[in-house]
């Protein structure tokens, strides 16, 4: 009896053990597409800075301008409101929080920051990430 229950110890820490690091594995994974979004974004790429999310007409996108659905429709509203590399400046990040709501699903809160020659723009984001095919994926995003 005793073996069993120094056996169950165990493996009860060595679950919680893993656990942890992969939370924290998949906090990293975000925070790179994140990473690569600013650089493709810095380098007027919208499409490389879409890549950070679902290609699927189900992306929803809440802004000033109200709530877009799809993952076109979100490149285009982009592209019309950063038509050059003028418009789209620099970007930079600033995370906030990230916290765990599902099994394979996160909330991202922070800032973002536009250098730019036509005038800088800051404001605030919280984005949805989803584990789609084995990527992250940003599924829903609310930016002001």
């Not at 990293?28 to 600013?38: D, F, N, P, W």
């Not at 950063?82 to 699903?105: A, Q, W």
Request: aromatic share 14%.
């Amino acid at each position: 009896m005793k073996y069993i229950l120094t056996l169950l110890v165990a493996l009860f820490l060595i679950s919680c053990n893993n656990s942890v690091s992969t939370e924290k594995e998949e906090k990293q994974q975000i925070l790179s597409v994140m990473k690569a979004q600013e650089k493709a974004w810095s380098n007027h790429d919208l499409e490389g800075f879409m890549k950070g999310y679902w290609k699927s007409d189900s992306l929803k996108f809440y802004g000033s301008s109200g709530l877009t659905y799809g993952w076109n429709k979100t490149l285009a509203n982009y592209k019309r409101g950063y038509p050059t590399k003028d418009h789209s400046g620099t970007l930079k990040f600033k995370v906030n929080d990230i916290s765990k709501v599902g099994k394979e699903s996160y909330f991202v809160m922070g800032e973002y920051h536009l250098t730019r020659k036509v005038g800088n723009a800051n404001g605030v984001f919280m984005i949805i990430f989803k584990k789609i095919n084995g990527e992250w994926k940003i599924i829903a995003d609310t930016s002001c």
